[in-house]
């Protein structure tokens, strides 16, 4: 069954090359095995007219997010590089929002928001209000990497009284660490959310998954 429909929005997280791409600066192992899940999902939400959003990581060179700058990671998705670009393997859905972060040197990993790293202050990207403005009530998620930028969108998508579906078979994690990518997992179904793969997506207004249920 297609769970999509006109309150529900699809957002594919930073399918981008430096991290979908083997030849990328910070490859996700296995990240080539989600692109017939997403885009399968992609054509399904295009057919029911759902809202479909991309999200982007578009550093400029010198950000605090990058170990040469104070930050954890090798340098990635600098603005208009090759690594930067969405995977050409990605369906592409016509007329989708493109979400871009990072792009004046603001460190976080959500596609809702990120922190000055100056002040500190957390702000939000133009996502919310889009999602607000289309009568969104229910987000999808799927895309790279589980244990950061996917975890923390579906969690500040959770916190703004978003339901939320992430899709297990559709994301893959860097795991500094073993298995956090389950515990990511975890910890969104703990907050509410429904952790399921996309065939047994069919899931009804206000249902969630069981934390009970959750991989530990």
Known sequence: MNGYDRQTALLVVDVQNDFADPAGSLYVQNAEEIFPVVNRELARAEHAAGLVAYTQDWHPETTPHFKKDGGIWPVHCVKGSWGA?????????????????????????????YRDPVTGRIGKTELEDALRRRGIRRVVVAGLATDYCVKETALDAL????????????????????RDGER????????????????EFDVLPGEAQDPTSAPE
């Open 159 to 178: 916190d703004a009284g978003f339901e939320t579906v992430v899709l297990r078979d559709g994301v893959r994690s860097v795991d500094l660490r073993p």
């Open 184 to 199: 990511a997992l975890a910890e969104i179904a703990r907050r509410g959310g429904r952790v399921t793969t996309a065939d």
């Open 85 to 113: 670009q969405l995977s050409p393997s990605l369906y592409r859905v016509q007329g989708a929002a493109v979400i871009r972060k990072g792009q004046n040197g603001e460190d976080g990993y959500s596609g809702f928001s």
